[in-house]
């Protein structure tokens, strides 16, 4: 009888959902089975369509809190998300709830989870009783010996009260990193390299004069188009959500803004001259592996994004700056040399071996 397993998967944004598509190709090779794959969203934004295209009606979408945004689509409210959060409580309970006892129904031999905070509140009221395995980057925020930003302090503690609480009733926490880092077996912590989808690895990398740049929120857009308003002999290739305008949106010459898609951005990036893009823990590691300098600009308020740039630039993966000038950043990037370029390489490289080692070893007993 083949390991089956269950994934449960933050849904905002591309880290989490590219994270589980690398982790079921993964489970491919181990013979492991899929058989759910549960997704918590606010309803902002569709799921994307690489992702529904890989897990087809395994998915099963549920509410789960999110962070709510500016007026200007540019930032994160993070009192007044806090706030709606606990509005909410007793109705994100009665879900986290409603969730294990499907999971615990299905009887998976494990759950991965991808940061989603319900799957752990589940564990204060329906204990699965089963190896439940936590993957994001965001562990490190509960690993001694990492820095974290000592401000701004109450988003800080905001952070890391949101980890702890993916993590109850969880059997080891895998903390993706950039480079290698000690282990805390105390707190079962392990650092690992980031998942990476075969699309990324089967890539062959070329050096074009192009920028890429993704953006997580379409308030970002303005900025891209008043400096491009004056850079016009600059070819630029942003990708986007906004899935209500052409496939292709091309509102001046040399500037182009795509439907998010997992294979075309993918061929952008390792063509790309540099990536500019919001500090989002993915895109950062595929940059690495495919050696593209970074530009990374956290999201306003987003402190989870903060603590990716300043530990990307401990990878030498790149630049970063507070606001999104696309001025600063290029010439940022171009006063940029790598600096440790083959530790974050080598180290993403392996990611596979140690992925296949440790579930193996969990679930093949």
């Known amino acids: 009888m083949p390991v089956t397993l269950t994934f449960v998967v933050q849904g905002e944004g591309r880290g989490h959902l ?12 181990l013979n492991f089975v899929i058989d759910k794959v549960y997704v918590g969203r606010s309803g902002e934004r569709s799921l994307p369509d690489y992702f529904t295209r890989r897990f087809g009606e395994a998915i099963v979408e549920f509410k789960s809190p999110n962070f709510a945004h500016d007026s200007n689509n540019k930032g994160i409210r993070v009192g007044w998300s806090l706030f709606m959060g606990a509005v909410l409580l007793p109705k994100y309970i009665a879900i986290s709830i409603k969730l294990a006892r499907r999971i615990k129904k299905q009887k998976p031999h494990g759950v991965i989870n991808f940061y989603e905070p319900l799957i752990g509140l589940s564990q204060l009221f329906v204990r699965l009783r089963l190896p439940i395995v936590c993957v994001a980057h965001q562990y490190f925020a509960l690993h001694p010996k990492f820095k974290l930003p000592a401000k701004p302090l109450f988003d800080k503690i905001g952070l890391i009260t949101l980890t702890y609480i993916t993590q109850i009733g969880s059997h080891s926490k895998m903390a993706l990193s950039f480079y290698p880092f000690e282990n805390d077996q105390k707190r079962h912590i392990i650092a690992m390299p980031p998942l990476l989808r075969n699309k990324v690895y089967a890539l062959q990398t070329s050096q074009q004069s192009f920028y890429l740049i993704y953006i997580l929120n379409s308030g970002y857009a ?12 600059v070819e630029v290739h942003c990708f986007w959500d906004r899935f209500d305008l052409p496939e292709v949106y091309n509102p001046q010459p040399n500037l182009y803004f795509h439907h998010l898609s997992e294979e075309h951005f993918l061929q952008r990036m390792s063509a790309c001259k540099a990536l500019l893009t919001t500090a989002g823990f993915e895109s950062v590691s595929e940059a690495i592996y495919l050696q593209k300098p970074v530009a990374m600009v956290p999201v306003k308020g987003h402190y989870e994004q903060k603590v990716n740039s300043f530990d990307a630039l401990e990878a030498g993966a790149g630049v970063r700056n507070d606001d999104f000038d696309v001025a600063t950043l290029i010439e940022k990037l171009n006063s940029f040399s790598h600096k440790k370029p ?12 140690h992925w296949e080692t440790y579930l193996g070893g969990l679930f093949n007993k």
């Open 18 to 29: 590219s994270q589980a598509i690398a982790m079921a190709e993964i489970c491919e090779q």
């Open 222 to 233: 303005e900025n891209v188009l008043s400096w491009h308003a004056e850079n016009a002999e």
């Open 342 to 353: 083959n530790r974050s390489h080598d180290w993403v490289k392996l990611s596979r071996n």
